[in-house]
């Protein structure tokens, strides 16, 4: 895919959830302030919270396809993943601020009864925050965004957000007013749990940690088709955001030329970069066979 493509992409999706996100927060607040809910104002701070959000992924994905230069040869694709790690920072730090709000709430005693419109909100935040994560899950795949995957599962936890919401309203206005500040803690753990995950993704997107096993048998069976390729030697794969990098060691017949060695090496080379489109950069190392 063209950096151009992938930009525009990218910039498109985040554009429309911003502006899902400010109607969705502006709702929530709303209707938990008159409806006297604190779940529901504490789910609006939390889309508050995805507008910021989606703001660094637009800027991660306009950094990360900045080309190689003299002083990043290897590109700028990390760029995103360090993004994504700020993404889950901003993600736990709303679910310490939910947690807060609930347990404060719990510990003064200071419950209301919601009324009817937080119901209406909640069920309209579900099925518009579920809509959002599909969207955006189905854009991160197609262009290879861990930073628009992150916003997406940040999508999802909010939807997950409002459905605790609306089952502590509804509980709430059944004579259960506890579950509405309870329903809010709740969330917030599983929105803490979720944000670890994003962040230990980014993390080994920085560590150079290796392809997952299809992806390397792949490479192996491309390897061994090559004609002139008697073994492999070595192989070594490393994972650069949203890119691969390989690095293998063949063996063929000592006996061949240079010319003939190196030949074999360039079709190992591009046949990897042609056929796996992750792969941003093979490195093929030739070594004479022997038994």
């Given at each position: 895919?063209?950096v151009?493509?992938r930009?525009?992409i990218?910039?498109?999706?985040?554009k429309?959830?911003i502006?899902?996100?400010?109607?969705?927060?502006?709702?929530?607040?709303?209707?938990?302030?008159?409806?006297r809910?604190?779940?529901l104002?504490?789910?609006?701070?939390h889309s508050?919270s995805?507008?910021?959000?989606?703001f660094?992924?637009?800027?991660?994905?306009?950094?990360s396809?900045?080309p190689a230069?003299?002083s990043?040869?290897?590109?700028?694709?990390?760029?995103?993943p360090?993004?994504?790690?700020?993404?889950?920072v901003i993600?736990?730090g709303?679910?310490?601020?939910?947690?807060?709000?609930?347990?404060t709430?719990?510990l003064r005693?200071?419950?209301q009864?919601?009324?009817d419109?937080?119901?209406?909100?909640?069920?309209?935040s579900?099925?518009?925050?579920?809509?959002?994560y599909?969207?955006?899950k189905?854009g991160?795949?197609q262009?290879?965004?861990?930073?628009?995957?992150a916003?997406a599962?940040?999508?999802?936890?909010?939807?997950?957000?409002s459905i605790?919401?609306?089952?502590?309203v509804?509980?709430?206005?059944?004579?259960?007013?506890i579950?509405?500040?309870?329903?809010s803690?709740?969330i917030?753990?599983?929105?803490?749990?979720?944000?670890f995950?994003?962040?230990?993704e980014?993390?080994?997107?920085?560590?150079?940690?290796?392809a997952?096993?299809e992806t390397?048998e792949?490479?192996?069976?491309?390897?061994?088709?090559v004609?002139?390729?008697?073994?492999?030697?070595?192989?070594?794969?490393?994972?650069?955001?949203?890119?691969i990098?390989v690095d293998?060691?063949i063996s063929?017949?000592?006996d061949?030329?240079?010319?003939?060695?190196?030949t074999?090496?360039?079709?190992?080379h591009?046949?990897?970069?042609?056929?796996?489109?992750?792969?941003?950069h093979?490195?093929?190392?030739v070594?004479p066979?022997?038994?």
């Amino acid at each position: 895919m063209e950096v151009s493509e992938r930009l525009t992409i990218g910039n498109k999706i985040s554009k429309i959830t911003i502006v899902a996100n400010i109607g969705l927060s502006i709702l929530k607040i709303l209707a938990g302030v008159f409806g006297r809910s604190n779940a529901l104002i504490a789910d609006g701070m939390h889309s508050f919270s995805d507008i910021l959000s989606t703001f660094v992924v637009i800027l991660g994905l306009k950094l990360s396809e900045k080309p190689a230069d003299e002083s990043h040869p290897y590109g700028h694709e990390r760029i995103e993943p360090a993004l994504t790690k700020i993404l889950a920072v901003i993600l736990f730090g709303t679910a310490l601020m939910i947690f807060y709000c609930g347990l404060t709430t719990i510990l003064r005693g200071n419950y209301q009864i919601p009324e009817d419109i937080t119901i209406i909100a909640a069920i309209i935040s579900i099925f518009t925050k579920e809509w959002m994560y599909r969207y955006t899950k189905r854009g991160a795949e197609q262009i290879e965004s861990s930073a628009l995957l992150a916003d997406a599962c940040h999508h999802r936890s909010d939807a997950f957000s409002s459905i605790g919401t609306l089952i502590g309203v509804v509980g709430a206005r059944l004579g259960y007013p506890i579950l509405d500040p309870l329903a809010s803690i709740l969330i917030s753990l599983f929105i803490a749990k979720m944000a670890f995950e994003i962040y230990y993704e980014a993390l080994n997107q920085l560590l150079d940690r290796a392809a997952d096993s299809e992806t390397i048998e792949e490479i192996k069976k491309i390897i061994l088709s090559v004609d002139g390729v008697l073994r492999i030697d070595e192989l070594k794969t490393r994972i650069h955001s949203n890119k691969i990098y390989v690095d293998v060691e063949i063996s063929v017949n000592k006996d061949l030329s240079l010319i003939d060695a190196h030949t074999i090496s360039e079709n190992v080379h591009s046949q990897i970069e042609r056929k796996i489109k992750k792969v941003k950069h093979c490195m093929v190392h030739v070594n004479p066979y022997l038994k």
